[in-house]
């Protein structure tokens, strides 16, 4: 199985995930009073994230640098191909870390960090 990260200069194909976490970005605005008391206010939720790690095995160093440039350059990224099929969006690419793993040859390590875009705010 793999999943296929596509941007408007190139399109990335990694192999499954092998961790996928999801997570909600809340706006909450505390106040406090001349009296002492204090109040938090919600403004709701102002993004929602997910963070991909995996490890690449194939092409990896071109992949790797690949996602990076569609970083560097904020690329809007749709992503299809995840076993949630909700997951499947379009989103913009936050962070991501690579490692090469030692003693092997062309084999990376990846987390990447991607915020949901057109969400409903």
Not at 12 to 22: A, F, G, Q
Not at 55 to 60: H, R, Y
Request: no cysteine; charged share 20%; aromatic share 8%.
């Amino acid at each position: 199985m793999s999943y296929t990260i596509t941007g408007m200069s190139s399109s990335v194909t990694l192999s499954d995930p092998t961790s996928i976490s999801i997570g909600v970005v809340k706006k909450v605005e505390n106040y406090v009073f001349a009296d002492g008391t204090d109040s938090q206010l919600d403004r709701g939720k102002s993004s929602n994230y997910i963070t991909i790690s995996g490890v690449e095995t194939s092409n990896s160093r071109g992949k790797m640098n690949t996602l990076n440039t569609m970083m560097d350059n904020q690329e809007d990224v749709t992503i299809t191909g995840l076993p949630d099929s909700n997951l499947n969006s379009d989103y913009l690419i936050r962070s991501l870390n690579f490692n090469h793993i030692p003693g092997t040859i062309d084999v990376y390590r990846y987390t990447i960090s991607l915020e949901r875009l057109y969400d409903s705010i």
